[in-house]
């Protein structure tokens, strides 16, 4: 009986131990559930949550601005690092990168080099954007741009909040 008794008293002096840690646990499992509804909705959300929250914070993601080539380098790190995923998800999650979280470019100054790193423009395309530029004048809207024959209405989409159309000074 009186082991019993001495069992029963240690396993509560050992749970109590571990009621401490309990609340600064649950409040990281609130914390980052939280951090998830402020990422923007869009295809490769739901990956970026999976495979990146392991090892870091959302914030340290959602706080750098990059281009879609840099986004790449950094997640080619991470699963060099050790991070996992598919393919699939792997190419979402650049995408949704570099779509919410990409470093504006303005179309009415930058070279075609600029466009081409900044914006994931293809050589083609970036020279079309800068003589269409030269010959009509600055862009003032989105669908101004996409006017330009020959570029790529998905990647304009994908960068649609990375493009700036500040007038040359």
């Not at 295809?43 to 706080?63: E, M, Y």
């Amino acid at each position: 009986m009186a082991a019993a008794y001495h069992r029963r008293m240690w396993q509560a002096e050992n749970m109590m131990r571990w009621v401490p840690l309990t609340i600064p646990v649950s409040f990281a499992v609130v914390l980052l559930a939280a951090q998830g509804d402020s990422l923007p909705e869009g295809k490769g959300r739901d990956a970026l949550q999976s495979v990146c929250t392991n090892c870091h914070g959302i914030d340290r993601v959602t706080s750098m601005r990059y281009s879609k080539s840099y986004w790449s380098d950094v997640v080619d790190d991470m699963v060099s690092r050790g991070a996992t995923g598919s393919d699939e998800d792997l190419n979402a999650i650049v995408s949704y990168l570099a779509r919410n979280f990409g470093k504006p470019v303005n179309v009415n100054t930058a070279t075609q080099k600029e466009l081409e790193t900044g914006l994931s423009f293809t050589p083609a395309e970036a020279e079309t954007v800068v003589k269409y530029r030269a010959g009509k004048g600055a862009f003032k809207s989105f669908e101004e741009l996409q006017k330009v024959p020959g570029l790529n209405r998905d990647l304009l989409e994908e960068q649609k909040k990375n493009i700036v159309f500040e007038a040359a000074h």
